[in-house]
């Protein structure tokens, strides 16, 4: 039990944090995609069509579109991707990205990303 003033803040506290957390009236409107086995195969072929040695951008925004998902599966197939380019892969790296995506940005990157590049292949990258 919380004496009145600790609970009083608490609740303050945890308002501000769920208002923050709100997206964006006017963001963009997606529906989320189903953890089924047909979308994690139709999500692994297109990771398998994109080189993981990839400008730091990319591999990026390749790791935040599919952590967007918020599929079980996710942190541990844009691993195995990551980890395809074992020369350039470094796991401190990997979870510091991983771990800083937020699905609540205004303008957040979503599996169009992903598809987006493994449209264009492994290279020469599409420029911005």
Known sequence: ???DPLLRIWEEL?????????PSAQGPMYVAVPE?????????Q?????????PYEIWRNIIW???????????DLVYRWSASAPHR?????????????DPYLENPITLATLFY??????????VS
């Open 65 to 75: 579109a599919i952590l967007s998902t918020g599929w079980s599966c996710a942190e």
């Open 1 to 3: 039990v919380l004496p």
């Open 117 to 126: 590049y493994a449209k264009h292949g492994r290279q020469p990258w599409p």
């Open 89 to 101: 892969f470094d796991e401190d790296a990997f979870w510091l990205v991983a771990n800083s995506y």
């Open 36 to 44: 089924t086995p047909r979308q994690v195969a139709e999500v692994t």
């Open 14 to 22: 945890n308002a501000i944090q769920i208002t923050q957390r709100q």
């Open 46 to 54: 297109a990771l398998s069509l994109i080189d993981a040695d990839c």
